[in-house]
Antibody, heavy 117, light 108 residues
């Protein structure tokens, strides 16, 4: 069964750092495009970052320079390192496989990040 | 940047009725459009990709149509479990992925 399980969310003060993990099973992370998408409380979906199978990485303007996407092939796990966190980064963060490079499927269950003092 | 505009924001219908949701792109996205369903407290689920292809396990009452800038998600006869929020999403050069703001399908 293809599955994604996120972890690492929590309450963090503004300016702090957090690393999210996304453990995959049923497929190989390094052979796929993988992405992070977030959803602020009561709001819609916002694409955050993607890592291509070849290793290229891209970020939304709202997180560029502060967030870093990476993967550990030996652990079949995707990561999102988040630095200089702001209140507006508060959201549920989902990881997702990007099918055919275009569509998000499947999604993990999400992990909540709350940035507050 | 390509902007996706969904309408209506809220759609109130009864079980058994037909639902028609719209997604309009600010410029052509060809057929690079998907639809997702999200229920409260759950992750989104892919319903339709490439504008008109149903994802694995999606019931036949869900169908997608359109190309270029105008797209439609149709649910032929609403079941109780279909009441949720629906998002469209496009794939382009930059930013590579954007979502519409969502349509909430609620029970009338």
């Amino acid at each position: 069964e293809v599955q994604l399980v996120e972890s690492g969310g929590g309450l963090i003060q503004p300016g702090g750092s957090l690393r999210l993990s996304c453990a995959a099973s049923g497929f190989t992370v390094s052979s796929n495009y993988m992405s992070w998408v977030r959803q602020a409380p009561g709001k819609g979906l916002e694409w955050v970052s993607v890592i291509y199978s070849g290793g290229s990485t891209y970020y939304a303007d709202s997180v560029k320079g502060r967030f870093t996407i990476s993967r550990d092939n030996s652990k079949n796990t995707l990561y999102l390192q988040m630095n200089s966190l702001r209140a507006e980064d508060t959201a549920v963060y989902y990881c997702a496989r990007v099918r055919d490079g275009n569509w998000f499927d499947p999604w993990g269950q999400g992990t909540l990040v709350t940035v507050s003092s | 940047e390509i902007v996706l505009t969904q309408s209506p924001a809220i759609l109130s219908l009864s079980p058994g009725e037909r639902a028609t949701l719209s997604c309009r792109a600010s410029q052509s996205v060809s057929s690079y459009l998907a639809w997702y369903q999200q229920k409260p407290g759950q992750a989104p689920r892919l319903l339709i990709y490439d504008a008109s292809n149903r994802a694995t396990g999606i019931p036949a009452r869900f169908s997608g149509s359109g190309s270029g800038t105008d797209f439609t998600l149709t649910i032929s006869s609403l079941e109780p479990e279909d009441f949720a929020v629906y998002y469209c999403q496009q794939r382009s050069n930059w930013p590579p992925y954007t979502f519409g703001q969502g349509t909430k399908l609620e029970i009338k």
